[in-house]
């Protein structure tokens, strides 16, 4: 039967197939684009399942010559994620010539990348570094950070193998600054490594073991445990080379219980070889040389072949050494005649300088499209200023006529009003008579106003007292809603009061559990810290200040130790073996970092 785990992630893989399945087997082409872009999103998280889909289908299934861009970019990928060594370039160079035209540069910056992984597998590094170097410059352009960090990690790999362990650092040191801005907690981890084996490889031993524990911690923390056999395996190679056999013996076998897997690479094949070989263990080096050279990574023969020199050497039989010797040196020179540092050096050289020169030609483009558009400017502003002009002279004309009008109007004007002057005369003393009259009529209003002035009083005292009443109205409404929840709080507290009787009932009940009882369920486990801090003085809470660094699970087992449970118990009560709760306990004293050497002395001193 399968650990829970295990089970969940296979439902999970079962999943991600059934839906790809379900996608692509639909006969409706126009949605293959939408298909694609689910897949790319999936790239990261599932690459086999991607791979196995996308290998499953047909040139039949795709509709379009952009379709078939789409597919073979994924195919590319998804191969690349899975670690299966490119041997050919005509998918990538069938994109590569689809997008080098385009506008976008997100997508072409990626081509570009894929292209020189491409060219890194096959060995041809030069055009490796020269994919490389350009997917830099146009991923600069669009701020892709995450891809910016592969490019680096890419070339400091190609500078690597060609012995430039300076500028493969600097290109680490990148690399690990753009997944630092992305927050890329899958690869960061990596970048810390390779900065370690650089350092390695320049034999500053001490800051190369610094690098590798902050490695090692990161993709600890981030429960990364592939990343934690590779960095263990690599410090194991550090101790062979400062010659400490015991602590090499011991970093290889801890870094094969993280993944077992790592074994079957030709690098620590090569590995393991020397470190039997050194340890005179000459037919268990064969075994892992033998693997090395019938691998098709020509690095891992040429190092195969070395130590086969090597051991018949030892062994006093100087033909084969010198046969294997003379094997060794022509793949050497193999890797030599494909690559090297100065021409590497010279690529890149070259490509950075081309680059400089399109961009001052660039500038110097902008400089005439800026004069350009100067010249049309001032040309434009003298049209407009003689146009403004000519406005302005139509216009002061037009101002000029209209003010003969105007002065003609003023003097009729002036006429109408000496006659009003006249009619105003009049017309005030008209008004004094008319003045007179209200005034007596005052005198009759302000009696009336009196009697209007009482009603109004009367009037206001009966809408104060119906106000009133409202107001009273609505305080004896609220009072009957407070009445009803109240009634509801009490019926609340007669609920709660009878769950808390039933918490403490489980306390009473592990304090007298026995074999055959019934386990604690999830929900009583998350229960008990609760209910220790009731029982026993805020134990659970008090425990959590005093140790922030123990988690929820190791707050139970001390609840359970507090109740004088035995550690068989605790391990029946929450499904686990017996060695397991005594491992869980060794791991809370760890974290709480004290002196005491009895866990249970350490939590019946808290009160």
Not at 429 to 443: F, G, H
Not at 478 to 491: F, G, T
């Amino acid at each position: 039967m399968l650990p829970l785990s295990a089970t969940f992630r296979l439902l999970g893989l079962s999943f991600v197939v059934l839906l790809f399945v379900g996608c692509f087997s639909c006969n409706n082409k126009p949605r293959l684009k939408r298909q694609f872009v689910l897949a790319d999103s999936l790239m990261l998280i599932r690459p086999d399942s991607v791979l196995k889909i996308l290998e499953g289908m047909t040139e039949n299934d795709l509709n379009s010559e952009e379709e078939k861009i789409d597919y073979y970019l994924l195919l590319v990928e998804a191969k690349d994620k899975n670690y299966i060594k490119h041997k050919s370039d005509s998918l990538i160079n069938y994109v590569y010539n689809a997008y080098k035209n385009r506008e976008d540069n997100a997508m072409k910056a990626k081509v570009l990348f894929f292209k020189g992984r491409v060219y890194h597998d096959m060995e041809k590094f030069e055009d490796a570094a020269l994919y490389y170097k350009k997917a830099e410059t146009v991923a600069k352009k669009t701020k892709s950070y995450r891809l910016l960090g592969l490019v680096y990690n890419e070339l400091g790999g190609v500078s690597m193998w060609l012995s430039m362990y300076d500028k493969a650092f600097d290109y680490y040191v990148d690399s690990y600054n753009m997944m630092l801005m992305v927050n890329d907690t899958a690869t960061t981890p990596y970048a810390i490594r390779n900065l370690g084996r650089m350092r390695l490889f320049q034999h500053r031993y001490d800051e190369s073991l610094t690098y590798y524990q902050r490695a090692f911690d990161m993709a600890q923390m981030y429960k990364k445990p592939r990343i934690q056999s590779d960095v263990l395996y690599e410090i194991a190679l550090l101790y062979d080379q400062i010659q400490k056999k015991d602590s090499v013996l011991y970093y290889m076998r801890k870094s094969i219980t993280y993944n077992p897997d790592i074994v079957s690479t030709d690098e620590t094949s090569l590995a393991i070889a020397d470190i039997y070989r050194k340890a005179g263990k000459t037919d268990s080096a064969l075994v892992y040389i033998d693997k090395c050279i019938r691998s098709e990574n020509i690095f891992s023969k040429t190092s195969a072949y070395r130590y086969l020199s090597e051991i018949s050497e030892s062994q006093h039989n100087p033909t084969k050494a010198l046969e294997y010797y003379k094997v060794y040196s022509t793949l050497k020179d193999s890797i030599l005649t494909r690559s090297s540092a100065e021409d590497l050096t010279e690529i890149i050289a070259k490509y950075d300088n081309e680059r400089l020169q399109n961009e001052k030609t660039e500038i110097l483009l902008e400089k005439t499209r800026t004069m350009r558009n100067l010249y049309l400017v001032l040309l434009i502003s003298v049209l407009l200023g003689a146009a403004t002009l000519t406005a302005f002279y139509i216009y002061r004309k037009k101002k000029e006529h209209q003010l003969k009008i105007l002065r003609a109007k003023t003097s009729v004007y002036l006429k109408q009003i000496e006659a009003n002057q006249i009619q105003i005369k009049e017309n005030e003393k008209w008004v004094a008579e008319k003045e007179k009259l209200i005034r007596d009529t005052n005198l009759k209003l302000e009696e009336k106003e009196v009697q209007l002035y009482k009603l109004k009083q009367k009037e206001d005292e009966t809408s104060r007292l119906k106000i009133e009443n409202q107001k009273l109205e609505r305080i004896r409404e609220e009072l009957n809603r407070e009445i009803d929840l109240l009634a509801k709080r009490k019926e609340k507290i007669t609920v709660i009061n009878a769950g808390i009787e039933s918490q403490y009932s489980l306390i009473d009940r592990l304090r007298s559990w026995k074999p055959g009882d019934s386990i604690m369920s999830e929900t009583e486990q998350n229960q008990l810290p609760d209910l220790m801090d009731k029982e026993c003085n805020d134990f659970a809470t008090k425990l959590r200040i005093r140790y922030p660094a123990l988690k929820s699970h190791d707050i139970l087992i001390c609840c359970l130790i507090k109740l004088r449970i035995s550690n068989e118990y605790i391990a029946s009560l929450t499904c686990c073996k017996y060695e397991s709760v005594l491992t869980k306990r060794f791991r809370i004293k760890q974290r709480m970092n004290e002196k005491e050497e009895n866990l249970e002395s350490i939590i019946n001193h808290i009160s």
